[in-house]
Each structure stands twice: as structure tokens, then as C-alpha cells.
């Protein structure tokens, strides 16, 4: 009987990581593709310099055929090796990847004109995105680009708000396949310029040994506290996410290994999974690494991606502080203990054998938020990398190491690939139709030119994308679709942006389509739906902090130094009061008026920074609440000792 959960966790996962493990002739196909891709990316990111339309075609050529290789058309496909039609697919993915790259540029100097051979590549192309996106991001994206796809032949038919007058296949394939508007356009761009570099880092930071440096430390810092394994997890998730920037990615890495723990220190499998799920999910917005759509943002919005990442310092601060706090208390609650002395790392050895690792993350962090090229300083970080890591045995990588290292980097690149070629279907067809613009009005209208009216409209859409997509395809429809309506409404550009980014990471805890909490319940072999919205709880703060970003420009880092590091303080202060209301503990179970009053304490002290009564009276009624809670803890100990001479006497 004990077996079973382990055996639904492994189904589970394999559920959700349904990548191949290839041997034979075909693995070295593959991993020789992987290779040159990666060192096609690191020479253009160092020392090239090519045409947006080149590296677009080219990174995406590598990246459909490994993921024909790689992942199974279906549940019944072989595991260990490619069908003959994947393997053609592969080819044929080569082939047409190839034609761009040899052709885009004669279709430009002829001012746009295609051929018939030309459209016939790009049909094919099209197909093979669609059918990769569906193997490896899932059905709902292929499906939405492919109701994106049909809009454009039938604007015709369509109800007058959304009527166009319709494109042939010629103008269709056009947009999409031979130009920077459509597969090959600003999605995939981000994906060939900016985050393979950061998921090569991140393959050869974990080939370095620098993930295990990590999680040693992480546990060697908070092991043996109250909750220990479970405070492990969140500060070893966060500092994972710096690498990957993907949430189910961090649950599965780092989840296998603290899910067990914290279940054998009595947290129960689905606020274990749950907690894991919450750590991994802030990942996506924890700098340098955020994800393939922070670095749309910049883009977007036209602003330094060290903007970007210098924004999501407090939010992520906030949202890892609440979630810090609820793991402390419900460890409390559960009368839980840390781990013992023999089970934890040594902080002095962890640092001793790798914390020279943590110099080129350092170095990247400080040159992106100084405004350098955000392509050149992966690079040289990757390099810086392999240099230090040569300073102890334990940490030097070898040629094998680097290898693997490239491959690894360019195969867990796949699914962002992927989704950012569906997405740029979606876009090339929004971009040709003009339909964004009408959806923006109609948005408008149906928020009465209400902001707060308009930003849960978003909210609700994000969250609804997010739960069936990748978060850098929900994020880029949005993005097209809605934030110009919130810019037009008067909020500000990055803030627009920064909400429906922040709602499409959290939307893989937002049951009742939850990936991230869904992955965490697989490895603890508990239940999906209880371990979702139980991660709702635990991220609670997630779904306010895209609000505080519109209401409060301070907490994106904007406005004078003092106006910041106020609000921080406040933040800080405000989410350990929601923590308490929430959670209905402290040193003792709360009733709850208390509860209620914490909850009211936390909106006062954030509802305007600007209100000095308002935010003076949250904070009041904190303090007075924490005396209180003093006073009667004080006042149960002493009839305990009273009630404890009595029995002596």
C-alpha cells in the first residue's frame, strides 16, 4: 500500500514531463544539433552579429527539430526512441527552417512578394508549429493559435466588432513565415536573443554544481528552525528560479527532494506539495532570470531588461516574505521541528566548495541592472563561469561537462521556444486583422473607464489564459490585447505590463487548473485539487501585488529613494499582518475578530502611501494586536504554572 503514491507521483510526473530519453544513433543526432545550437547562440551572443530574421529562423530550426525528436506525439509513443514520422518531421522541420534563412531575404528586396513555393513552405511551417506546440506546451495553445489562424481567412463572417475583410493564404503565410510579424517575430525573438542565453547559464551553473550549492546552503541556513525543510524549500526554489525561470521546471528539480522532507517531518502531502509549488511559481519573477516574458516587457514597453528586473525586486521580496511567514506558522501550528544538526549541510563546506559559484551570478546580476546588453553579459558570465569553477576540483567542469552542459541548456529550451512561436501565430494574425485595437475599445467600454473596473477584467482574462498556456504566451496575447486599453485608461506602461505578467505566473497555482501545485501533488502523492487550493492560500499575496504595482508606482522601484524604501517597510509590515490573519496564529490560535482585524490592519497600511491617518491606524491597530496577543499569552502561561503548583501541592 505504501507504494501506491510514489506510483501515482510518478505517473504524475511523467504527466507533465513528458520529454524523451533517447539512446542510440538518434541521441547523438540529437545531442550533435543541441550542441550546435547552442554554440550558434554563444558565437552570435559574443562575437556575431547578424539579422534579427536569421537568428530568429535559424533558432527556431534547431529548437522544432529536436522537439520532434524529443517528445512523443502521444501517450502511447515510444519513450526511449522517435517514431519514423517524428524523425521525418525533424527533417522536414530542418528543411523549411532552412528556406527562411536562404530565401527571407530576396522575399524583402522584392517588397514582399512570394511565390507559390514560397507560401507551400510556409503552410507546412505552419503546421509543424502548431503540432510541436501541442506536443510540448499542450493542447490549449495549438488550439488557441489555431482559432487565431481561422479569424484570419474568416473576417468576412464574422459579428461587425470583429469583422475584417479576410486574407487569402498567400497574405496569410506571408505575415507569418516570411517576415519578423509573425512566427519569427517578437516572441521567438525573445527567445533566440535573450532567454536560451540565460538557460544555457543556467544548464552550465547546475553542470558546475552550483544547484547543489544552492540547496546546500538554503538548508544549511534555515534546516533547523521551526519547519525547517519547508523553509529549505522556499529559500532553495527561490534561488533555483534565478536559473530557470520556469515554475513547474522548480517544482520537479527541487521538489523531489524537498517534498520527501517535509513530509517526514509531518507537513502533510498536500501542504507539502503545495508549499513547494508556491516557493517554485515566484522563480518566474525572482531577477536576474524571470522568464521568457519579462524580457517581452522590455521590449514592449522599450525599456532596459535591468528595468524590468530592478521592478520585480520588492514584489518578489513580498510575495517570498508571506509565503516564509505562513510556512513558519503553520509549522507552529502543527507543533513541527526543524531538522536535526547530523541531517543538515555545513554552511562553512557548502561556501567552502562552492560559493565561488555564486561570483559570475553575482556579476550578471550587476551588469544587467547597470544597463549592459543583456545577450553580451550572459555570455561572458557563462565564460566567467567555467573559469571560476575551475578554482576547486569538486566544481571543474571538463569538456564532457560543457557538452552536456549545451545540450542540456538548449533542450530545456524547447518548451519556451515553442510556446513563443504559437504565440508569434497569434500575434502575426492580431498584427494583420487590426483586431487588437477593437478589442481594446470594446475592453474600455465594458469597464465604463474604470481602471480598478478594467484591471480585474485583465485579471480574470490572465488568470484564464495562464492556466491552460505557458506564461509567455499568455502573457504576450495580453500584452497585445489589453494593455494598450490600461495604458489608454492612464496606468503606467511597465506597471500595465507588470500586471498581466505577475497574474499569468501565478495562474499555475490559481486552481482549478493549477500546473505548478499539480506537479508538487504528483511527487507527494496527494491529492491535485486539495494541493491547489491550498498553493491559492499559501501565494495568497500574488494576487495582490499586481494591484499595489498600479496603485503604488514605489513598489516597481519608481519615485525617490526614501518614497521606496518607505513603502517597502510598510509592504513588509502589512503582509506579516495579513500573514497572521490568514493564517489565525501567532503564538496561539487567534479567534475571528482578531483575524478580521489583522486582515484590516494589512489594507489600511497599503491602501495609500500617500495617507498618512490611514496607514497610521493599520498600524496601530497591529501593534495593539500584538500586545494583546502578548498580553494573553502571558496570561494562559501563568494559570499553566498555577494550575501546575496545584497539582505539585
Known amino acids: 500500500m505504501k507504494d501506491k503514491p510514489k506510483a501515482k507521483a510518478q505517473e504524475d510526473k511523467d504527466i507533465i514531463i513528458t520529454k524523451r530519453d533517447l539512446a542510440g544513433p538518434i541521441s547523438f543526432a540529437a545531442m550533435v544539433i543541441a550542441i550546435i545550437g547552442a554554440l550558434y547562440h554563444l558565437y552570435v551572443a559574443g562575437f556575431g552579429s547578424t539579422s534579427a530574421m536569421i537568428l530568429r529562423s535559424?533558432?527556431?530550426?534547431?529548437?522544432?527539430?529536436?522537439?520532434?525528436?524529443?517528445?512523443?506525439?502521444?501517450?502511447?509513443?515510444?519513450?526511449?526512441?522517435?517514431?519514423?514520422?517524428?524523425?521525418f518531421l525533424a527533417v522536414v522541420s530542418l528543411?523549411?527552417?532552412?528556406?527562411?534563412?536562404?530565401?527571407?531575404?530576396?522575399v524583402a528586396e522584392n517588397g514582399g512578394f512570394t511565390t507559390s513555393r514560397d507560401t507551400f513552405m510556409g503552410v507546412i511551417e505552419i503546421v509543424l508549429v502548431?503540432?510541436?506546440?501541442?506536443?510540448?506546451?499542450?493542447?490549449?495553445?495549438?488550439?488557441?493559435?489555431?482559432?487565431?489562424?481561422?479569424?484570419?481567412?474568416?473576417?468576412?463572417?464574422?459579428?461587425?466588432?470583429?469583422?475584417?475583410?479576410?486574407?487569402?493564404?498567400?497574405?496569410?503565410?506571408?505575415?507569418?513565415?516570411?517576415?519578423?510579424?509573425?512566427?519569427?517575430?517578437?516572441?521567438?525573438?525573445?527567445?533566440?536573443?535573450?532567454v536560451v542565453l540565460f538557460v544555457l547559464f543556467g544548464a552550465f551553473l547546475q553542470a558546475s554544481g552550483g544547484g547543489k550549492f544552492f540547496t546546500d546552503l538554503a538548508f544549511g541556513?534555515?534546516?533547523?528552525?521551526?519547519?525547517?525543510?519547508?523553509?529549505?524549500?522556499?529559500?532553495?526554489?527561490?534561488?533555483m528560479g534565478t536559473m530557470s525561470g520556469a515554475a513547474v521546471a522548480n517544482v520537479v528539480t527541487t521538489g523531489t527532494f524537498t517534498i520527501p522532507l517535509m513530509k517526514r517531518t509531518g507537513y502533510p502531502p498536500y501542504?507539502?506539495?503545495?508549499?513547494?509549488?508556491?516557493?517554485?511559481?515566484?522563480?518566474?519573477?525572482?531577477?536576474?532570470?524571470?522568464?521568457?516574458?519579462?524580457?517581452?516587457?522590455?521590449?514592449?514597453?522599450?525599456?532596459?531588461?535591468?528595468?524590468?528586473?530592478?521592478?520585480a525586486i520588492i514584489p518578489s521580496l513580498l510575495y517570498y516574505v508571506y509565503l516564509y511567514q505562513c510556512v513558519h506558522l503553520e509549522a507552529k501550528k502543527a507543533g513541527l521541528s526543524g531538522l536535526s544538526k547530523d541531517q543538515i549541510p555545513s554552511i562553512k563546506e557548502a561556501i567552502l566548495e562552492g560559493g565561488h559559484l555564486a561570483i559570475p551570478l553575482a556579476v550578471l546580476i550587476v551588469l544587467i541592472i547597470k544597463g549592459y546588453s543583456p545577450g553580451k553579459v550572459v555570455f561572458w558570465s557563462i565564460v566567467l563561469l567555467v573559469v571560476v569553477s575551475m578554482l576547486r576540483k569538486s566544481t571543474r567542469m571538463n569538456v564532457k561537462d560543457m557538452l552536456n552542459a549545451m545540450e542540456n541548456g538548449i533542450q530545456n529550451a524547447i518548451p519556451v521556444a515553442s510556446a513563443c512561436a504559437a504565440?508569434?501565430?497569434?500575434?502575426?494574425?492580431?498584427?494583420?486583422?487590426?483586431?487588437?485595437?477593437?478589442?481594446?475599445?470594446?475592453?474600455?467600454?465594458?469597464?465604463?473607464?474604470?481602471?480598478?473596473?478594467?484591471?480585474?477584467?485583465?485579471?480574470?482574462?490572465s488568470i484564464i489564459l495562464g492556466m491552460g498556456l505557458p506564461t509567455s504566451a499568455a502573457y504576450v496575447i495580453l500584452a497585445v490585447l489589453t494593455a494598450p486599453a490600461l495604458i489608454k485608461l492612464g496606468v503606467d506602461p511597465l506597471a500595465a505590463h507588470f500586471f498581466i505578467f505577475f497574474f499569468g505566473c501565478i495562474s499555475t497555482i490559481t486552481p482549478p487548473v493549477a500546473l505548478s501545485a499539480y506537479a508538487g501533488a504528483g511527487i507527494a502523492g496527494a491529492d491535485p485539487m486539495k494541493t491547489g487550493f491550498t498553493a491559492f492560500r499559501l501565494g495568497l499575496v500574488g494576487y495582490l501585488v499586481p494591484f499595489i504595482g498600479v496603485f503604488h508606482p514605489a513598489i516597481l522601484m519608481k519615485g525617490e529613494p526614501w518614497q521606496v524604501l518607505l513603502f517597502t517597510l510598510q509592504g513588509l509590515v502589512a503582509i506579516i499582518s495579513l500573514t497572521y490573519g490568514i493564517e489565525g496564529f501567532i503564538n496561539r490560535r487567534l479567534n475571528s475578530v482578531e483575524r478580521l482585524l489583522f486582515v484590516v490592519a494589512a489594507a489600511l497600511i497599503l491602501v495609500r502611501i500617500d495617507l498618512v491617518l490611514l496607514n497610521s491606524v493599520g498600524i496601530a491597530i497591529f501593534i495593539i494586536l500584538l500586545y494583546r496577543n502578548r498580553a494573553v499569552q502571558n496570561l494562559s502561561a501563568l494559570a499553566s504554572g498555577h494550575t501546575d503548583l496545584g497539582k505539585n501541592g
Request: charge should be positive; avoid cysteine; proline fraction near 5%.
Open 95 to 106: 528543411i523549411v527552417g532552412l528556406y527562411v534563412v536562404f530565401n527571407w531575404q530576396t
Open 58 to 87: 535559424f533558432h527556431w530550426t534547431f529548437i522544432s527539430a529536436l522537439a520532434f525528436l524529443l517528445y512523443p506525439a502521444n501517450k502511447k509513443s515510444p519513450r526511449n526512441k522517435p517514431t519514423l514520422l517524428d524523425i
Open 130 to 194: 502548431l503540432e510541436a506546440s501541442r506536443r510540448v506546451v499542450g493542447l490549449p495553445l495549438a488550439i488557441l493559435a489555431g482559432v487565431f489562424l481561422a479569424y484570419g481567412f474568416a473576417g468576412p463572417y464574422m459579428p461587425s466588432i470583429l469583422a475584417h475583410k479576410g486574407y487569402d493564404l498567400e497574405a496569410v503565410t506571408r505575415t507569418l513565415y516570411m517576415s519578423t510579424d509573425g512566427i519569427f517575430g517578437m516572441p521567438i525573438g525573445i527567445s533566440a536573443s535573450y
Open 271 to 311: 501542504v507539502a506539495g503545495a508549499i513547494e509549488a508556491v516557493a517554485s511559481t515566484g522563480g518566474q519573477f525572482v531577477p536576474p532570470v524571470m522568464g521568457a516574458a519579462a524580457f517581452m516587457i522590455a521590449e514592449i514597453v522599450g525599456v532596459p531588461y535591468g528595468k524590468v528586473a530592478l521592478a
Open 221 to 239: 541556513l534555515v534546516g533547523r528552525a521551526v519547519g525547517g525543510p519547508a523553509k529549505a524549500a522556499v529559500v532553495s526554489s527561490s534561488l
Open 423 to 461: 504565440a508569434g501565430i497569434i500575434t502575426g494574425i492580431i498584427s494583420l486583422t487590426g483586431v487588437g485595437l477593437r478589442f481594446s475599445s470594446i475592453l474600455i467600454s465594458l469597464s465604463g473607464n474604470s481602471v480598478f473596473l478594467m484591471l480585474v477584467l485583465t485579471m480574470v482574462a
